[in-house]
């Protein structure tokens, strides 16, 4: 599977937004669903969003339906995570990893099938 870099973490205050970016230098990149998860203190990983490889289908987990948006860009092989409205609760290690793609409504969990996580980058917001 590909090898996946997450950046564009940071501070950010209640109510403000950050774009995070997931990228690779693999070329069959393109070909995979991503995932985008992240992990509290104490807490276990928790998917966040998904799209698929031509980025016409995305899934959300309900607490950042509204305020997340995630994209692909298959030139600069790059999904991003655009995050707006943040909350304290939003606080987290975020991470991406790929996961073959079955067709729309194969994987019964939002998170099965995701696999090799790359390194993550630290999402902090504070009021």
């Known amino acids: 599977q590909v090898h996946l870099v997450a950046s564009g973490g940071g501070l950010a205050q209640t109510g403000g937004s950050l774009r995070l970016s997931c990228t690779s230098s693999?070329?069959?990149?393109?070909?995979?669903?991503i995932g985008w998860f992240r992990q509290a203190p104490g807490k276990d990983r928790e998917f966040v969003a998904s799209?698929?490889?031509?980025?016409?289908?995305?899934q959300y987990v309900d607490s950042v339906k509204g305020r997340f948006t995630i994209s692909r860009n298959r030139a600069e092989k790059t999904v991003y995570l655009q995050m707006d409205s943040l909350r304290a609760e939003d606080t987290a290690v975020y991470s991406c990893?790929?996961?073959?793609?079955?067709?729309?409504?194969?994987?019964?969990?939002?998170?099965?099938?995701?696999?090799?996580w790359g390194q993550g980058t630290q999402v902090t917001v504070s009021s």
């Open positions: 990893a790929p996961r073959a793609w079955r067709g729309t409504n194969y994987y019964t969990e939002l998170s099965a099938g995701f696999a090799n």
């Open positions: 693999e070329p069959t990149f393109y070909i995979y669903e």
């Open positions: 799209v698929s490889p031509n980025g016409g289908e995305t």
